[in-house]
C-alpha cells in the first residue's frame, strides 16, 4: 500500500507516509511542564509502529502561554532536557518529530498562569470555560509592543530548545481560536 511505502520529503527519508497530528495529552508535570516520563513511550511507539513523522501535542512557549492543565513546555533547561530522551527514542525507531510551538493567548486562566494575566491583541474575553479546569476565560491584556515582541522572543527561544532537544523542525501553531490566530479576529 502506497501509504506505507517510504517518501523523501526535503531531508527526510519517512517511513512511511502517515504523519500524526498534534494532539495535547495533558501529561506533563503541572508545576514545571517536565513531560511525563511515559511521554517518551508514547512517541516511540509510534514511531516504531511505522508512523513517519509526528507532530508533538502543543507545546508552551512560557508559562503564560499554557491553555490548560499540565501542558508540557521547551522553555526551561529541565523540559528541553527531559525531551531529548523522546527525541532520541523516536529517531531510534526511525521516525521523525516536530515540536509544535503553541501560545493560547486569551484562552488561558490566572489560574494556570501561575498568577499571570493571559494576553491577547485585545482586551476581550472569550466565552466559556476554560479547558479541564472549567473557570470562566478572564477579560486579557491587551498586548502592547513590548508584549508583542516578548512573545516573539519566546517562540524563538523555544525553536532554539526544539533544536537542543533534538527535534527535526517545529511547526508554529497560528490556527484554532490560539494567540496568532486572535490577531485575525475582527475585533
Ligand atoms: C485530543 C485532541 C487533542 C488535540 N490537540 C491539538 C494540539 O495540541 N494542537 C493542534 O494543532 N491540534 C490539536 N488537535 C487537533 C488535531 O490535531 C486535528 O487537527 C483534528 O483532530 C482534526 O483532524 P482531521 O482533520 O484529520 O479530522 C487535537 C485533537 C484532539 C482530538
Known amino acids: 500500500m502506497k501509504l506505507l511505502e517510504t517518501v523523501k520529503i526535503n531531508q527526510w527519508n519517512l517511513q512511511s507516509r502517515v504523519v500524526m497530528a498534534p494532539m495535547t495529552r495533558s501529561f506533563a508535570d503541572l508545576e514545571t511542564g ?5 511521554t517518551v513511550a508514547y512517541y516511540a511507539k509510534r514511531a516504531k ?44 525507531e526511525g521516525g521523525i518529530i516536530i515540536a509544535q510551538l503553541w501560545h493560547v493567548g486569551r484562552l488561558s486562566h490566572s489560574a494556570i498562569t501561575g498568577g499571570l494575566q493571559p494576553v491577547a491583541p485585545s482586551a476581550v474575553q472569550a ?14 491584556k491587551a498586548m502592547s509592543e513590548e ?10 527561544k523555544a525553536a532554539i530548545n526544539a533544536q537542543l532537544a533534538g527535534f527535526d523542525g517545529v511547526e508554529i501553531h497560528a ?10 479576529f475582527p475585533w
Open 127 to 140: 466565552n466559556g470555560l476554560t479547558h479541564r479546569v472549567g473557570l470562566p476565560y478572564e477579560t486579557p
Open 34 to 38: 517536565v513531560i511525563h516520563p511515559d
Open 147 to 156: 508584549d508583542i515582541q516578548k512573545v516573539i522572543q519566546d517562540f524563538t
Open 49 to 92: 509502529h511505522g508512523v513517519g513523522m509526528i507532530i508533538t501535542e502543543g507545546i508552551a512557549v512560557s508559562p503564560e502561554a499554557r491553555g490548560t492543565i499540565g501542558i508540557p513546555g521547551l522553555y526551561t533547561e529541565d523540559q528541553t532536557e527531559a525531551w531529548k530522551e523522546v527525541t532520541a527514542q523516536v529517531h531510534q
Open 175 to 184: 490556527a484554532h481560536g490560539y494567540l496568532i490566530d486572535q490577531f485575525q
